[in-house]
Structure formats: C-alpha cells, structure tokens
C-alpha cells in the first residue's frame, strides 16, 4: 500500500505543478467531463490546491509510520474531505460556462422526464 500512495502523490504532485502553471493533463481526461463546459481559470484556481493537499496526504500515507495510526486515520479523513470537495467543483454551476449549463439543465430535465415516464400512462 506504501507504493500506492506513493505513485498516487507522484501524479498529483505532477499534476500540482501543471494547474499552477495554468496547464492540465489529467482532470480532462476521458470523455466524461469536456473542458468547453467549465470556466478553466476558476476550476484551476480551487483544484491545485484540492490536487497540493492531495499530494501531502498520499506522502504522509506513504510513510505513515511517521504520523501513527491516528494521524493515518485523520488524513484519510482529509483526503476523503478533498475528494467531496473535487466533485462539488465539478458540479457547481459558478465553475461552468454557457454550454456546462445547457448540459446540465439537459440532464436534469432528462433525469426528471425518467422518473415520470411511469405517470404519463
């Protein structure tokens, strides 16, 4: 598990240094989030340091002989926090752009439209 956390601070510490450099590789990777959908200033702006607390809590938990059970314990709570936090980012119409939130409101209406499939009939 050492090496886990170990290799996981590596890429955040990489990705760290891209988002204060103004430049990503890894949080538009994929097809599930587009960068034409968020205002890139904003979201980069919150997630380094999101992506800077990351880091020191997987090296802490690399070396987690160092901080005692208690501390692995308090900052697995601190990564989880970070993570909640990453998912509000994403999900918060102030980070997104026009076309983030046609998207958005698409899905809702989509998402509502399901549920009351059974009801029309």
Do not use: P
């Not at 959908?37 to 802490?60: N, P």
């Amino acid at each position: 598990m050492d090496m886990l956390f170990f290799f996981a601070a590596c890429l955040g510490l990489a990705e760290t240094v891209d988002l204060f450099m103004g430049k990503d590789f890894l949080i538009f990777m994929g097809k599930q989030v587009e960068e034409t959908d968020y205002d890139l200033q904003k979201v980069f702006r919150v997630e380094k340091w999101l992506f800077a607390a990351d880091t020191i809590g997987c090296f802490l938990l690399a070396k987690g002989s160092l901080i005692g059970f208690w501390g692995q314990l308090a900052v697995i709570a601190i990564l989880f926090a970070t993570l909640f936090l990453h998912m509000w980012v994403f999900n918060n119409e102030k980070f997104m752009t026009a076309s983030g939130l046609k998207k958005k409101q698409g899905k809702k209406e989509a998402r509502i439209a399901w549920k009351n499939r059974k009801k029309r009939k």
